[in-house]
């Protein structure tokens, strides 16, 4: 394949033997915990090699892990990738491959709700410091001390959908010599690169996007092969492997993620024109539109802005419940990124442990709604949101 091959080509056929074993045109699922030696020779020279070009043991990797690794590192333009359980599984790798006790890991104030606990709970029993800042390149920076072992961002970050500037982050964090995790997951494939913002390392939910179907979880962490050596050794030692099966999954997924893309970004943009537009819709966010207070930096740094869009009703929350029960395409569901149209009440899909005012304080409204826009046609999702509306 050509070296500067588009990355929808990347999508379908990088990373891959033109040549597989048994001559497939998809790539095999090689179902085994365990590969054998010839002979004893072959194990010692196993052992020596520094980049392994064989298999051993199931924990460590397949050949089929091995490939969708490859394309996940095609399509990002960066050496390596690492493929785990779930997007979770990449986050706890990374980080606790990095972290030791007296570090502080700095991460914007809106995050993931499991990386936030993660960080909060599990890295504060190690001793490591959570410091949560604005989701902004000041604030950002700001919050960057002697103690501080890596910066995470989220691009966008989730519910709000704002846009750090993460060049502008980059160029402290490289300064400093600490590396910069960017999790674009919300964002897409095609949407954004963050390598080539300055990102050392990217983290993906694979659930979301790349696998698409709503069929499969699993994740993955990508960056220079060097770097990530530390994450690979804990990865392997802990466990959080992606079976065969679910890389097979996400391998198929992917030859189709560039349609897909096209037809979220075209889906979510129609949608988000329609609530802004709505008398019974108060706010709006999704970073493709002007009102955004990010979309200046969206615009600059985005090739589109996703699937993903959030609003607030002009509603309590038994309201916002009823409009939930009228939808008919949209299914009410977590996660994102799917070829079906997903919706939540933020409130309570999410944060319903939390108290109201603990939900103010993380500006969760109850009227706050988080849709996953999917590929089935922008028209009929918008006459399924008017006809929900109503209820209002």
């Known amino acids: 394949m050509r070296s500067n091959a588009k990355q929808s080509t990347l999508a379908v056929h990088g990373g891959e033997e033109r040549r597989k074993p048994g001559h497939p045109v998809a790539e095999p699922i090689i179902q085994t915990a365990t590969f054998s030696f010839e002979t004893s020779a072959e194990v010692r020279s196993y052992q020596e090699e520094e980049n392994k070009t064989r298999f051993e043991y199931g924990r460590y990797g397949s050949p089929t892990q091995r490939a969708l690794e490859a394309k996940l590192a095609a399509l990002y333009s960066t050496e390596d990738a690492i493929v785990t359980s779930s997007g979770?599984?990449?986050?706890?790798?990374?980080?606790?491959?990095?972290?030791?006790?007296?570090?502080?890991?700095?991460?914007?104030?809106?995050?993931?709700?499991?990386?936030?606990?993660?960080?909060?709970?599990?890295?504060?029993?190690?001793?490591?410091?959570?410091?949560?800042?604005?989701?902004?390149?000041?604030?950002?920076?700001?919050?960057?001390?002697?103690?501080?072992?890596?910066?995470?961002?989220?691009?966008?970050?989730?519910?709000?959908?704002?846009?750090?500037?993460?060049?502008?982050?980059?160029?402290?964090?490289?300064?400093?010599?600490?590396?910069?995790?960017?999790?674009?997951?919300?964002?897409?494939?095609?949407?954004?690169?963050?390598?080539a913002l300055g990102a050392d390392m990217v983290i993906l939910s694979l659930t979301k996007y790349v696998a698409g179907h709503n069929d499969v979880i699993g994740g993955a962490v990508l960056g220079r092969r060097k770097e990530l050596l530390p994450v690979r050794e804990f990865h392997g030692t802990i466990g959080t492997l992606l079976p065969p099966i679910a890389a097979y999954l996400i391998l198929r997924g992917m030859k189709t993620l560039a349609l897909r893309m096209q037809r979220h970004n075209h889906n979510a943009l129609e949608v988000a024109r329609f609530l802004e537009e709505h008398p019974r819709v108060r706010q709006v966010y999704y970073p493709g539109l002007k009102s955004h207070p990010h979309h200046d930096v969206a615009a600059r740094l985005m090739q589109g802005c996703g699937g993903v869009v959030s609003f607030r009703l002009r509603a309590d929350l038994e309201g916002s419940e009823r409009f939930l029960d009228r939808l008919r395409l949209f299914r009410i569901a977590p996660s994102l990124g799917g070829v079906e149209s997903l919706a939540e009440l933020v409130a309570t899909m999410s944060y319903w442990d939390k108290s109201r005012r603990e939900r103010k304080v993380l500006d969760i409204p109850d009227d706050l709604v988080r849709l996953s826009v999917g590929i089935e046609d922008a028209d009929d999702l918008v006459a399924d949101l008017a006809y929900a509306l109503k209820s209002l």
């Open 88 to 195: 979770m599984a990449a986050v706890a790798d990374t980080l606790l491959s990095l972290f030791c006790r007296g570090d502080e890991l700095v991460l914007t104030s809106e995050v993931y709700r499991r990386t936030r606990i993660f960080s909060e709970r599990f890295l504060g029993r190690l001793g490591v410091r959570a410091v949560f800042t604005d989701p902004t390149a000041e604030s950002v920076v700001a919050a960057i001390t002697r103690r501080t072992r890596a910066v995470f961002l989220e691009m966008p970050t989730n519910p709000h959908l704002y846009v750090p500037d993460v060049a502008a982050v980059a160029a402290a964090t490289r300064k400093r010599g600490i590396p910069l995790i960017v999790d674009p997951t919300i964002a897409g494939p095609f949407n954004v690169n963050p390598f």
